[in-house]
């Protein structure tokens, strides 16, 4: 049974930075593409990061490009989201999700943690 728990979320003011952190389980962590997502109140879950299975390729939503930075360590089997200069619209509740493929997650066939709170004060 795969398992993602997601953890790092918090509250924090404007300009500052998080990192969140994704350990996942039960399956070979390697072999799969991971991704974050997150979800405002009100609002559809959207596509914040993607890695690759071995960290070869990136890539990010405009909204997040150039402020944060996903990574991962295959040997603790986690996934990183390292935010910087954050932004009171970055305020959601963040989700680590693993894919079925090597380079890239689709959101219908991932798996999913249960998410995490980050709040950004103006």
Request: proline letters at 3%; glycine letters at 10%.
């Given at each position: 049974?795969?398992q993602?728990?997601?953890?790092?979320?918090?509250?924090?003011?404007?300009?500052?930075?998080?990192?969140?952190?994704?350990?996942?389980?039960?399956?070979?962590?390697?072999?799969?593409?991971?991704?974050?997502?997150?979800?405002?109140?009100?609002?559809?879950?959207?596509?914040?990061?993607?890695?690759?299975?071995?960290?070869?390729?990136?890539?990010?939503?405009?909204?997040?490009?150039?402020?944060?930075?996903?990574?991962?360590?295959?040997?603790?089997?986690?996934?990183?989201?390292?935010?910087?200069?954050?932004?009171?619209?970055?305020?959601?509740?963040?989700?680590?999700?693993?894919?079925?493929?090597?380079?890239?997650?689709?959101?219908?066939s991932?798996?999913?943690?249960?998410?995490?709170?980050?709040?950004v004060?103006?």
């Open positions: 049974q795969v993602l728990v997601e953890s790092g979320g918090g509250l924090v003011q404007a300009g500052g930075s998080l990192r969140l952190s994704c350990a996942a389980s039960g399956r070979t962590f390697s072999s799969y593409a991971m991704a974050w997502f997150r979800q405002a109140p009100g609002k559809e879950r959207e596509f914040v990061a993607v890695i690759s299975w071995n960290g070869g390729s990136t890539n990010y939503a405009d909204s997040v490009r150039g402020r944060f930075t996903i990574s991962r360590d295959n040997a603790k089997n986690t996934v990183y989201l390292q935010m910087n200069t954050l932004k009171p619209e970055d305020t959601a509740v963040y989700y680590c999700a693993s894919g079925t493929l090597s380079s890239t997650v689709n959101p219908r991932a798996y999913w943690g249960q998410g995490t709170q980050v709040t004060s103006s």
